[in-house]
């Protein structure tokens, strides 16, 4: 059985019968099978549920609605932007042109979408103010690789081979190191200053010879715009290493601050988190990469390249030798990308900071109206998330933050990101977005607030939450450890179940 509503209803497989369809195939007519060789064809049909058309359009319909998803509510899951997804971007990437586009296809049949790739990267190099950007990196932590991969080749092309590490602040998030390890270096981890900041000191001391780069987050996993980064740039440089911008939060400063100059060698832009793509499910994703000058050489190819009479095409092979290879087939998840430049042109330059400036305004209302409710560590202005704790809570009460995110379920609510930045004991990372109403931030805070009255009044409500969710309280670690994804039947296959 599954889940409709509050209702418990047969499965797919459950309401099968021999015979039953939806559609008629057409038999393919014995000159067809003949061309196949009798060892391809099968002995028997597939396994596959037989249910009338309305029964297999309920299915997925009932299954799309157990989930959550920002088109039927408030999501504020922090380090994620799950932003509401502008139709008309999803409008873009299904036109012909570009969704039928045979990869493959040679430059003078794809002049459009090559067209799109090279404005894009202009788009999102005046918008990082870096000096050109690569398309090509699948998503964030692909796009940390890139970069990383390219200060190696910048270390070697100049005979540097004594830097061996790579220094990341230890509020990072887990990609930074994994991504430092898998391009063959060491990470040596930095400890956060007390007002959640980089500890630039902490910093000066581990820079060095060994340095290849630095990886600061900015603004930072803990929603925070790191006020000491010049300085701290300064001193990287000064070391001869390369300062890596991982650009996840970008959402927070359009228009207001460029990585490229602040002084930062490569930033990567999840393109996914800040320009459009629903990506909660894992779906695809765009991780571009902007390089400053030291970098360029070392770019990915192919490169859009835009020849002197306005025609486009792809770089060819071994055009320019210093590159550091093929980072993706083709040229990258092209549907995520014309996304991207459908917000971009959609918006405009205005447009984005006016994002940028909503999303911040958002995370400050919600901040201070969470500010006694819950504790709020870091007492400055934040940028588009913030970070709560429900420490002094559990304290008080033994409510955890699991519970409260738990609880929020029965309230309508998808929970904030919990336990993340590491640095935060019973840490909720929230993030707005720049998307949702005065009365919508109102009606969450009113929510927490509910939360923590009942916290104290009756924390069994809220150890044994959710209530009124399809399936209560998982055991999350069985499921990440053995997860059970098939159904199957109880008494042999294809047992239908009486209606
Ligand atoms: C999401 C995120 C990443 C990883 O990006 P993906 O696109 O998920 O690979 C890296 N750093 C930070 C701060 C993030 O929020």
Known sequence: MTVSGNRLVPTIFERSRPGRGGAKVPHPGNAV?????????????????????????????????????VDTGFYP????????????????????GFASLHPLAPDELAQGTLQLLWELEQALAEISGMKAVTLQPAA?????????????????????LERTEVLVPDSAHGTNPATASMAGFKTVSIPSAPDGGVDVEA????LGPRTAAVMITNPSTLGLFEAR???????????????????????????????????FDAVHINVHKTFSTPHGGGGPGAGPVGVGERLMPFLPGPRVLREPDGRFRLEREGERPTSIGRMRAFAGSTGVLVRAYAYIRALGGSGLCEVSEEAVLAANYLKKKLTGIL????????????????????????IRTLDVAKRLIDYGYHPP???????????????????ESLETLDAFADAMARIVAEAADDPELLHAAPHDSPVRRLDETTAARQPNLRWQAMTGAQNPCPD
């Open 375 to 398: 504790d709020v560590p870091f007492e400055r202005a934040c940028m588009h998330e913030f970070v709560a704790s429900a420490a002094s809570l559990k304290a008080r009460t033994g």
């Open 229 to 263: 980064l010049c300085e701290l740039l300064d001193a990287v440089h000064e070391a001869g290493a390369l300062a890596y911008m991982d650009g996840a939060n970008l959402n927070a400063v359009m228009g207001r601050f460029k990585p490229g100059e602040a002084g």
């Open 140 to 160: 964030g932590a692909h796009g940390e690789l890139t970069g990383i991969l390219m200060v190696r080749a910048y270390h070697r092309s100049r005979g540097d």
């Open 417 to 435: 990101t919990i336990y993340f930045p590491l640095t935060v004991e019973e840490a909720m990372l929230i993030e707005p977005t720049e998307s």
């Open 33 to 69: 099978l003949d061309r196949i060789p009798a060892d391809q064809l099968r002995s028997e049909g597939p396994r596959l549920p037989e249910v009338s058309e309305p029964e297999l359009v309920r299915h997925y319909v009932n299954l799309s609605q157990l989930n959550y998803a």
């Open 77 to 96: 899951l922090g380090s994620c932007t799950m932003k509401y997804n502008p139709k008309i971007d999803e409008w873009a990437a299904r036109l012909d």
């Open 203 to 206: 910093f000066r001391a581990a």
